[in-house]
């Protein structure tokens, strides 16, 4: 079992920044493949961000040029460096983990771990 803490979230302006931070119960994520998800008002989930550590990441389309995730196994942190903010990025942001590799880093279905969100609201 795994457990993730989300923090990080909050309110910011139109083109500011906010960077998310996931922290998990484990000594090392090695082996683990990593994400973001978002749910926006009314809306479903949607993929943010992967990272298979250590180092390969896959974005979804509306936030590429604008996020980057990263590790740290030092910390055990995964966090999401969220720059050129936009109101459509208002969302509670999710951490996800999946103990190996996915196929499809995008498939919520994928992942076995799911910490309780993080809300991020942009203003206009």
């Known amino acids: 079992q795994v457990q993730l803490v989300e923090s990080g979230g909050g309110l910011v302006q139109t083109g500011g920044s906010l960077r998310l931070s996931c922290a998990a119960s484990?000594?090392?994520?090695?082996?683990?493949?990593m994400a973001w998800f978002r749910r926006a008002p009314g809306k479903g989930r949607e993929f943010v961000a992967a990272?298979?550590?250590?180092?390969?990441?896959s974005y979804g389309d509306s936030v590429k040029g604008r996020f980057t995730i990263s590790g740290d196994n030092a910390k055990i942190t995964v966090d999401l460096q969220m720059n050129s903010l936009k109101p459509e990025d208002t969302a509670v942001y999710y951490c996800?983990?999946?103990?190996?590799?996915?196929?499809?880093?995008?498939?919520?279905?994928?992942?076995?771990?799911w910490g309780q969100g993080t809300q991020v609201t942009v203003s206009y």
């Open positions: 996800a983990a999946k103990n190996g590799g996915v196929s499809d880093p995008s498939a919520a279905h994928a992942y076995d771990y």
């Open positions: 484990r000594r090392t994520f090695s082996g683990y493949t």
């Open positions: 990272l298979r550590w250590p180092s390969v990441t």
